[in-house]
């Protein structure tokens, strides 16, 4: 073994003390080696100078023993040199270190067997192959090893006795070895434990001081003592001397004495065996400071009234500093949680247990109160989601931590309702087992299971969006703020015919026709800038091939959560096919337009509102009829065009058209500049759709004044023609016959005086002329019935009706109303008479009626004729099968704009009525 300094020093010491006692005559003195190790125990010798000595006290039992000691290491695997007084240094070198085990010489395999191993010729033994070349060469032939275990069992190490002759061990040999191990065993133990006294005396020194701790002692005699000069130290007044005690009290702080004293009274009287108590004492220098004092009684007389006390002082001021700062903290921490509403944890892990606050139950749905919450404990990993219970037990590892020493988790958990929801896990661990597994956690859960429903209803709606993008019917696309395409959908590649990956290599503008491009960037310019949300516009785009595609585009701006532009959304059909029937259609209503602006008079449209038609568009042909607009039109109303009748005819033929029937009707109308203009309207209801009620009007109104106006001089031209006749007939040819009949007359009374035989001839010829004169009075009367001469309006009415008696046949009545005279012109009154002529003649041919009545009502307003039979009547379809005598009589009602109309009477038969306006 190498000799140090130290083990210089130590081992010249003991020889002084060796050095006086008794020799004995052996070489070897077994007294001097003996007192020399009892010298050396009784010393703080290092371990290795305790060990040299016992080898070298062993060596005295016999002649050519080399004694050896060797320790096992802190590994518990190796031996190392301990003491080896005898042996050259290089052989302990050589073969240091001996691992422990089966064949690693005497003293590797001692240790391993726990048991003693003699080795009676180490070049012939097996468990010496690895070392006898060595033993060998020093002279070292047998080895005898034991080990060295302390009183619990432990190796210490082995001792060994080397010889340089093949040797067995005696009984005596063999017991005197398992001595010297015993007495190893001994030494290595009180060394250890006197290693420990003193590495625990050191300790506590370094403590009290490092520490500021306090020692002291007291008695009841007023004996008091302290460890060091502590009190000096921290400015305090050890009041050493007599009263003690009671001086050391005095100097208390007053809120603190009571507790002082009460406590330590206690421990004084038996009540508890020791105290513990924290006070403020007064300093030399004034000022408070905090002590805590632990004390405790070591001894009492017969009564138990204590007679000793020990215990220690702590100044803690700092620690009371830190006491209200953490209790400041403590109470922020609660006010946060509070106020937050934090759900905070502890969880046990090896327990699986987690205690929460209240805000953590009603996270859960759990029904406690703020104490309840205190007190209850819920399992964990059970309530966790099968799911999430692996991915969550590994959290808690250093990986999962951030620099902080934090970690996050997002995981389900069983709440009161059995249902699971969803939280954020935010804590660390707080404990940890030897092995660094996790034993405590903390953390606070934050309920997201709102958040992660939204993500899941978000993630849903991304892949609805994402299938309706890819398969929706028209173009999709997704453009950054220049006009990059960022994504594009199938529907979109086919509308202008080129691939995805084409399109995402280029930009819209691209593709876009240059007269659309700067309306679309301008929208885009202002989407950007907030002034509109999106915008619609019809574009057209290059085609691949070339053609024109028309579009129609609507676009929004998506932002960020920052409000930056991230992209344009657009959605993108194609209107190529319906610009080009627009196209078609303006060309089909410029035609039509120009068809109906050709028409003489006009081509109206108009819809039914409550049954009734409105114009809603006219062509140009209407100003020249009307004298003004549609607008102007409606603006006036109808009264300020037509007379009551014709408003009347007007809307009974509406009525018509809404019921699905056409119409087609003479109108006359009063225009703006005063003239007077006929109409014949032809018009037609329209249903917009299948099965749809009508609801659209389309007509034609032609101009038919002229006609009119020629139809009324015709009708003048052979009016005045007929009174030319009437009157020629009457008073000429009626005049020149009443002279042959009175020639003939004359003639005939002549020659029946004279009895000449022409006599009858000339009767018969003067009758006659009597009966020519008769009809040509009626020709006359035909031609002109309402001439002055024959009375008007009403005589001819009453004449017509006289002319028809008949004693075979219906009986023919005429009355006349007249409470206003007649202002009626002709030819008003002609078609008037005609109309009842004709309707009279009707009655008589085909009603087979006993009495038909003609009446004639004259009022300031109107002029009423009324034909009324007690026939058949009219059949169902009669109106639609008119012959032509009701047609002239309708068309005769419409010259004049009166009202006429054929209906079955009250009692049966048929009521004729016409009816016109007089002229103011």
């Known amino acids: 073994m190498p000799r140090t300094a130290e083990n210089t020093n130590w081992a010249a010491s003991v020889d002084s003390i060796v050095s006086r006692a008794p020799r004995s005559a052996s070489h070897r003195d077994p007294l001097r080696a003996q007192v020399r190790l009892l010298a050396l125990l009784s010393s703080a010798a290092p371990l290795n100078v305790l060990l040299g000595a016992l080898a070298s006290y062993v060596e005295t039992w016999t002649e050519g023993l080399h004694c050896t000691v060797l320790l096992v290491d802190p590994t518990g695997r190796l031996l190392r040199p301990g003491a080896a007084p005898s042996l050259p240094d290089a052989y302990t070198r050589a073969i240091d270190p001996v691992p422990i085990g089966i064949g690693e010489g005497s003293c590797g395999t001692a240790a391993a067997r726990r048991e003693m191993v003699v080795v009676e010729d180490v070049e012939r033994s097996d468990l010496w192959t690895k070392y006898a070349p060595i033993a060998l060469s020093y002279g070292l032939r047998a080895c005898w090893s034991v080990p060295i275990v302390d009183d619990a069992g432990a190796l210490l190490g082995t001792l060994a006795l080397y010889y340089r002759e093949r040797r067995a061990p005696s009984t005596r040999e063999t017991d005197l070895i398992q001595f010297a191990s015993s007495l190893a065993a001994f030494v290595m133990q009180r060394h250890r434990d006197g290693e420990r006294l003193r ?10 001081w490092g520490t500021d701790i306090g020692l002291w002692t007291s008695g009841i005699d007023g004996d008091y003592s302290r460890f060091d000069k502590w009190c000096e130290r921290f400015d305090i007044d050890p009041c050493d001397g007599p009263d003690q005690d009671r001086r050391w009290r005095e100097r208390i702080h007053p809120e603190d004495v009571e ?5 330590s009274d206690d421990a004084a009287r038996g009540v508890i065996e020791h105290y513990v108590v924290d006070y403020r004492i007064l300093t030399r220098s004034g000022r ?42 403590e109470d922020r921490y609660q006010l946060a949680v509070d106020a937050a509403r934090l759900p905070v944890w502890e969880y046990d892990v090896d327990g699986d247990t987690v205690i929460g606050n209240l805000y953590w139950h009603q996270v859960l749905g759990h029904d406690v109160t703020e104490a309840e919450a205190a007190r209850r404990v819920e399992t964990w990993r059970s309530n966790i989601h099968p799911d999430d219970v692996g991915r969550l037990s590994q959290v808690f590892s250093g990986d999962a931590a951030d620099a902080t020493g934090f970690f996050e988790s997002e995981f389900r958990i069983r709440a009161a309702t059995g249902e699971y929801k969803w939280l954020l896990d935010r804590g660390r661990v707080v404990e940890r087992a030897p092995d660094g597994a996790p034993r405590k956690v903390m953390g606070i859960s934050l309920d997201i299971d709102a958040r ?5 209803v978000l993630r849903e709606s991304e892949q609805r969006f994402r299938g309706a993008f890819e398969f929706a019917a028209i173009g999709m696309a997704l453009v950054a703020p220049d006009g990059r395409w960022l994504r594009v959908n199938r529907a979109l590649c086919g509308i202008v015919g080129y691939t995805a990956e084409e399109l995402l290599t280029t930009t819209f503008q691209a593709i876009s026709h240059p007269d659309d491009l700067h309306a679309d960037m301008e929208y885009m310019r202002q989407l950007l800038d907030g002034s509109r949300s999106h915008y619609d516009m019809e574009k057209r785009y290059f085609h691949k091939d070339g053609h024109i595609v028309w579009i129609l585009l609507s676009v929004s701006l998506v932002r960020d959560d920052a409000g930056q532009p991230m ?9 190529t096919a319906r610009k080009h029937a627009e196209s078609q259609l303006v060309d089909s209503e410029f035609r039509y337009r120009t068809i109906a602006n050709l028409v003489p008079g006009f081509v109206f449209e108009g819809v039914v509102r409550d049954g009734h038609p409105q114009p809603t568009w006219v062509s140009s042909g209407f100003e020249r009829v009307y004298g003004c607009n549609l607008d102007r039109f409606i603006e006036l109303g109808a009264k300020s065009f037509y007379d009551e009748a014709t408003r009347a005819r007007i809307l009974a033929g509406a009525s018509t058209i809404a019921q699905g029937s056409d119409l087609n009707i003479d109108v006359s109308l009063w225009s703006t500049d005063g003239v007077q203009r006929w109409l014949r309207v032809v018009a037609r209801g329209v249903r917009t759709g299948p099965g749809a009620v009508i609801d659209r009007v389309l007509g034609v109104a032609q101009d038919i004044t002229e006609q009119k106006r020629l139809e009324w001089a015709v009708g003048e031209a052979t009016y005045q023609e007929q009174q030319r006749l009437g009157k020629e007939i009457h008073d000429g040819l009626g005049q020149e016959l009443m002279e042959v009949a009175l020639l003939a007359r004359g003639l005939a009374a002549s020659a029946r005086k004279g009895h000449q035989p022409n006599a009858d001839e000339l009767d018969r010829l003067s009758v006659l002329a009597s009966r020519t004169i008769s009809t040509c009075h009626a020709i006359a009367q035909g031609l002109a019935p ?5 009375g008007g309006l009403v005589q001819a009415l009453h004449d017509m009706v006289d002319r028809q008696y008949d004693p075979s046949g219906p009986a023919v009545r005429f009355n006349a109303i007249e409470d206003a005279p007649i202002r009626l012109q002709w030819p008003s009154t002609d078609h008037v008479f005609r109309i009842a002529q004709e309707g009279l003649t009707n009655a008589l041919k085909h009603a087979g009626a006993q009495s038909i009545n003609v009446t004639l009502d004259v009022q300031p307003d109107t002029v009423r004729l009324e034909i009324s039979d007690d026939g058949v009547g009219l059949s169902p379809h009669a109106a639609e099968s008119a012959g032509l005598g009701l047609k002239i009589m309708r068309y005769r009602a419409a010259m004049i704009d009166a009202h006429l109309s054929i209906a079955p009477g009250e009692n049966g038969g048929t009521l004729l009525i016409c009816e016109c306006r007089q002229p103011a």
């Open 452 to 456: 992660k429903r939204m993500e899941t």
């Open 786 to 790: 309402l001439s002055e001469a024959h």
């Open 288 to 329: 408070w400071r905090w002590l805590h004092e632990r004390g405790k009684v070591t001894a009492r007389d017969g009564s138990g009234v204590a007679q000793r006390f020990v215990g220690v002082c702590f100044v803690i001021d700092e620690q009371k500093k830190m006491e209200a700062a953490l209790r400041t903290a």
């Open 567 to 575: 992209y344009f959304v657009g959605q993108i059909q194609d209107i």
């Open 199 to 208: 590495t625990t005396d050191a300790r506590l020194e370094a403590a009290i």
């Open 259 to 263: 507790r002082y004293t009460r406590t």
